[in-house]
């Protein structure tokens, strides 16, 4: 049973829009519930144009703080007063805080959730024995890339439909990330450690990336941000080529964590299985 709302419950939540479908209400309440720790984590749908205005109501101290979700990230980080290197370096922020001083602090845990993510279902694999490719240009490509370039990637080559957008995001991670067009992938899978999907393509249903995964080497990893589905077209590609897979949940959960602690004051515990709880609001 959850415990019951009191005068000292701390409260956070999402803000994204739309969050109706959000995931995190349920990863971070059941981690709550299982800490016993008097909290509440709720989702709000700000007007897309009105984040500003949302923001500043908090600065009174009024909720701890908020995960940010899309199309929020990038205004997210812009409304904060401190901002830290991994946020600056991703150009968006998943996570705001309220101190007490009514300035708001902007934070990406999305470079955790996707090492974390690596770590959990590709066990050793190292983000810096080769190159990693990234597929994709826009923020969650640009959050990836950062964090693999800061984890130690010798390069990540970033392989967009749109030469441009790909130069651009390379341009501002800087020496490290090299831009590819999509349709030369093949070349681009040559000698990876790990193909990373961060574009659209393949989300709720849509038809998946047409890419020759068999060009990357066997022992590449390869990983999908998106999980909804669970096991997108570009995942099921990889597993009937016998690679090894990391999906769009475990990197989800991953990005919680280190919000939860910055919410609550805790760590999650580790007697609940969130991912089981995720899968079956999945349909899994
Ligand atoms: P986000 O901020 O969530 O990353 P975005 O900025 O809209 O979203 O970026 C979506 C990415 O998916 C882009 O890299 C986009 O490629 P373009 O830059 O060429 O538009 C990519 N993308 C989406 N659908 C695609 C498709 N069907 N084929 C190839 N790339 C696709």
């Known amino acids: 049973m959850k415990p019951p709302i009191t005068g000292r419950t701390i409260v956070a939540g999402v803000a994204g829009n739309p969050v109706a479908h959000s995931l995190s209400p349920l990863i971070h309440n059941a981690w709550l519930e299982a800490a016993g720790i008097d909290g509440v984590y709720v989702a709000f749908a700000p007007d897309a144009d009105r984040f500003e205005v949302f923001v500043d109501a908090f600065r009174s101290g009024a909720i701890r703080g908020l995960n940010v979700t899309t199309p929020f990230k990038e205004v997210a980080l812009s409304v904060a007063e401190v901002v830290s290197p991994r946020a600056e370096m991703a150009a968006a922020a998943n996570l705001l805080t ?32 080769g190159p990693i490719a990234v597929l994709g240009a826009g923020g969650a490509a640009r959050g ?101 897979t990391v999906d769009g949940l475990e990197m989800l959960i991953r990005q919680a964590e280190p919000s939860f602690q910055a919410f609550y004051g805790a760590a999650p515990p580790a007697d609940v299985d969130v991912r089981a709880l995720a899968m079956k609001a999945l349909g899994q």
């Open 98 to 129: 309220f101190g007490t001083d009514g300035r708001v602090s902007a934070d990406n845990t999305d470079g955790i959730g996707l090492l974390g993510a690596l770590a959990a279902q590709a066990p050793g694999f190292d983000p810096k024995a």
């Open 144 to 244: 990836a890339v950062a964090a693999l370039v800061a984890a130690g990637a010798p390069q990540v080559r970033i392989v967009n439909r749109t030469l441009a957008r790909a130069e651009a995001v390379a341009g501002a991670v800087g020496a490290g990330a090299v831009a590819c067009p999509l349709d030369a992938a093949a070349e681009a899978f040559d000698g990876v450690t790990a193909v990373i999907n961060a574009t659209s393509a393949g989300l709720s249903g849509q038809p998946g990336l047409d890419v020759p995964l068999e060009a990357a080497p066997e022992t590449a990893v390869i990983m999908d941000m998106i999980y909804k589905p669970l096991e997108t077209p570009f995942l099921a590609e990889a597993r009937k080529l016998g690679r090894r």
